[in-house]
């Protein structure tokens, strides 16, 4: 069973930068999107960004302009660069694999924004 694995997550102060990338255990054939998701304290799972077959995006109006998603299909790795942090970023963040014959999600990573 292919496993993703989430890095890059940590504490930055309000204004900075983070990247975290998502990275496969294995190969995954037929990616159908990969994505980015996030559950802070107290809140319900959102998704956060996706990227669908074909390289559309869809960004959550709260990341819009701030955050961007890049997808390797070669490698089943998924990234997110997240520019201008705040502190309601704050949030364990998981990636998620979409794939024809099944769904991968990560363990995820905590990112912490201090004001």
């Known amino acids: 069973q292919v496993q993703l694995a989430e890095s890059g997550g940590g504490l930055v102060q309000a204004g900075g930068s983070l990247r975290l990338s998502c990275a496969a255990s294995?190969?995954?054939?037929?990616?159908?999107?990969m994505g980015w998701y996030r559950q802070g304290p107290g809140k319900q799972r959102e998704l956060v960004a996706n990227i669908i077959r074909g390289g559309t995006t869809y960004y959550a109006d709260s990341v819009k302009g701030r955050f961007t998603i890049s997808g390797d299909h070669a490698k089943s790795a998924v990234y997110l660069q997240m520019n201008s942090l705040k502190p309601e970023d704050t949030a364990v963040y998981y990636c998620k694999v979409d794939s024809r014959a099944s769904s991968y999600w990560g363990q995820g990573t905590q990112v912490t924004v201090s004001s």
């Open positions: 294995g190969v995954i054939y037929s990616i159908t999107a």
